[in-house]
Each structure stands twice: as structure tokens, then as C-alpha cells.
């Protein structure tokens, strides 16, 4: 008669094969790879020979470390990236939105007014926008003075300043980094109060010539993302 086999350990089994996946599922399979891993060898020590598998669940146990902390690192290297991706476009955001209103503030100081784009609720990527864009831009100012500095874009997905296709083409409006168009108020009345309904709720906001906003990354008005000059 042949020499008996000693049974495997089940939990060393269950660790190799864990370990293995986790090459492609990480630490969701890395994790139960490590611990099916330490109690198979910990009952096959128990066991005293009766049950064969160290080998298996050791290679399981490392599988399982090496991988699970390699998926941890990789996840959170990418929710990182993402942070740093939108700290990025809510700057570029808030300087274009800043240039703006800076640009209607000091088209007020040359000219003792504000720009008079035929609105004073719109945003920049309608006529009274574009309109607002060539006034602070130069060409529509009395004295052709370029008080707007913003980068320019290639698409309205990409955000900056869209003109048409061609040399001199006019301007399509001002877009966000997420491609919206900003928002902008005017105290066309001089009262020093501006009042609006923004995202469903009323806002009052005093002592400014000029409010500009733009909606965020979800392109919903008044909720957390937004990025406003007040």
C-alpha cells in the first residue's frame, strides 16, 4: 500500500488563491489573502504534520502584503492626482473670474462708470457677455484701453477666452475650466447693493461695483464648488 497524503490546509489554499488575484484585484482580494494566510499556518503548526500547505499560504501571506499595499498606494497616488487636478482648475477658475472683475472695476475708474453691456444679470457666454468681453477687452471702450488679461482657450471644454475660427474673429464668451460660462452682476443703479437670486436663494451683497461666479465642476449654482468673487 502507498504512503498515506497528508490532507491540504484549506486556508492555505484559500491564501494562495487570494494572493494570486490580488495581482489583479489588489488589496479587496490581497487583504483576506494575508489573514486566510497567518491562521493557515498557525493551524498547520497546530496540526504537527498532519496537514500540509506552510509553503502555499507563505507565498499567499506574501502575495497578499506586497499587492495590498501596492493597490493602497496606487489608489491613493490617483485620488491625489485628482485633488491636485481640481485645486488646479478652481485656480485657474478664480483668477479668470478675478481678472474680470478687476477689468470692470478699473473700467470704472478710467471712465467714472460701469461698462454698459445692456444687462446687468448675465453671464459671458451670451450677447450681453460678449458684449461686456469687447468693452473690457479694448475694441468697445471710448479709448480702446485693454483692461482684461485672461488666457485664451482652444475649445469651451478647456476653458479661458473662446474667440471664432480666423484672425480678428469676435469673441464667443468666457468660459470656466470646467466650460461654463461665468455669471456676472453689475450695480448698474450705483446703490451700492447688489441683489440676486443665486442657486434658489436670495443673496444681498453691498459695496461692490461687480460679482462674477461661476458654477464648479457640477455646473449647479449655490452648491459647494462654486467659485465666487464674494
Same mark, same amino acid.
Given at each position: 500500500?502507498?504512503?498515506?497524503?497528508?490532507?491540504?490546509?484549506?486556508?492555505?489554499?484559500?491564501?494562495?488563491?487570494?494572493?494570486?488575484l490580488?495581482?489583479? =484585484?489588489?488589496?479587496?482580494?490581497?487583504?483576506?489573502?494575508?489573514?486566510?494566510?497567518h491562521? &493557515?499556518?498557525?493551524?498547520?503548526?497546530?496540526?504537527?504534520?498532519?496537514?500540509?500547505? #506552510?509553503?502555499?499560504?507563505l507565498a499567499?501571506?506574501?502575495?497578499?502584503?506586497?499587492?495590498?499595499?501596492?493597490?493602497?498606494?496606487?489608489?491613493?497616488?490617483?485620488?491625489?492626482?485628482?485633488?491636485?487636478?481640481?485645486?488646479? #482648475?478652481?485656480?485657474?477658475?478664480?483668477?479668470?473670474?478675478?481678472?474680470?472683475?478687476?477689468?470692470?472695476e478699473?473700467?470704472?475708474?478710467?471712465?467714472?462708470?460701469?461698462?454698459?453691456?445692456?444687462?446687468?444679470?448675465?453671464?459671458?457666454?451670451d450677447?450681453?457677455?460678449?458684449?461686456?468681453?469687447?468693452?473690457? =477687452?479694448?475694441?468697445?471702450?471710448?479709448?480702446?484701453?485693454?483692461?482684461?488679461?485672461?488666457?485664451? &482657450?482652444?475649445?469651451?471644454?478647456?476653458?479661458?477666452?473662446?474667440?471664432?475660427?480666423?484672425?480678428?474673429?469676435?469673441?464667443?464668451? =468666457?468660459?470656466?475650466?470646467?466650460?461654463?460660462?461665468?455669471?456676472?452682476?453689475?450695480?448698474?443703479?450705483?446703490?451700492?447693493?447688489?441683489?440676486?437670486?443665486?442657486?434658489?436663494?436670495l443673496?444681498?451683497?453691498? #459695496?461692490?461695483?461687480?460679482?462674477?461666479?461661476?458654477?464648479?465642476?457640477?455646473?449647479?449654482?449655490?452648491?459647494?464648488?462654486?467659485?465666487?468673487?464674494?
Open positions: 500500500m502507498g504512503k498515506e497524503r497528508k490532507p491540504w490546509s484549506g486556508l492555505a489554499i484559500a491564501s494562495l488563491a487570494g494572493g494570486v490580488s495581482l489583479v =484585484l489588489g488589496f479587496l482580494t490581497g487583504i483576506p489573502a494575508v489573514i486566510c494566510g491562521l &493557515g499556518r498557525a493551524r498547520i503548526r497546530k496540526a504537527r504534520g498532519e496537514l500540509r500547505g #506552510n509553503g502555499m499560504a499567499g501571506l506574501i502575495l497578499g502584503y506586497v499587492m495590498s499595499v501596492v493597490s493602497v498606494v496606487v489608489v491613493l497616488s490617483f485620488f491625489a492626482a485628482q485633488a491636485a487636478i481640481k485645486n488646479a #482648475n478652481t485656480l485657474r477658475s478664480r483668477t479668470m473670474l478675478m481678472s474680470t472683475a478687476m477689468a470692470v478699473q473700467h470704472y475708474q478710467e471712465y467714472s462708470k460701469l461698462p454698459e453691456p445692456g444687462a446687468n444679470d448675465f453671464d459671458t457666454g450677447p450681453a457677455g460678449r458684449k461686456l468681453l469687447d468693452i473690457l =477687452l479694448g475694441p468697445a471702450n471710448p479709448r480702446g484701453i485693454p483692461f482684461l488679461s485672461v488666457e485664451t &482657450g482652444k475649445t469651451r471644454k478647456k476653458g479661458g477666452l473662446i474667440r471664432g475660427s480666423g484672425s480678428g474673429s469676435p469673441v464667443v464668451g =468666457l468660459f470656466d475650466t470646467w466650460g461654463n460660462p461665468f455669471r456676472v452682476l453689475l450695480d448698474d443703479d450705483y446703490d451700492g447693493v447688489i441683489r440676486f437670486t443665486y442657486g434658489g436663494r443673496e444681498v451683497v453691498h #459695496n461692490r461695483l461687480v460679482l462674477v461666479a461661476s458654477k464648479g465642476a457640477d455646473g449647479i449654482e449655490g452648491t459647494g464648488d462654486d467659485v465666487k468673487s464674494w
